[in-house]
């Protein structure tokens, strides 16, 4: 079922805009746009998360404390492997994630 949104012109030339550049149907530029909206939130959510947890000390030693408990249990025998992504390959994916999620 399809439905009319109004959007300013404004708004609606900078959708067609993209779309014609992407060559895509503004209504997948808007869907796209929402699920990038509703990532960037989610994710803002666990930063402030994160945050509240690092702002009390007990707490985010406990956290702590929890997260060596989960890492010694695995007991995968990984210890000494080299990590998966090169300093530079983690620091751009991290970078990545940054300028897409706007964090």
Known sequence: ??????VDNKVHAKLLEIAHEEQRPI??????AIDQYRK???WQGVREDY??????PAAWNAYEDEL?????????GLEDEEPYYT?????????????????
């Open 68 to 76: 060596d408990l989960w890492d010694t249990a695995a007991n995968d």
């Open 27 to 32: 209504r997948q530029v808007i869907e796209d």
């Open 87 to 103: 300093p530079e390959e983690e620091a751009a994916l991290n970078a990545e994630d940054a300028r897409t999620t706007g964090g």
């Open 51 to 56: 945050a509240r947890l690092r702002a009390d």
């Open 40 to 42: 960037a939130k989610f």
């Open 1 to 6: 079922m399809a439905t009319t949104v109004r």
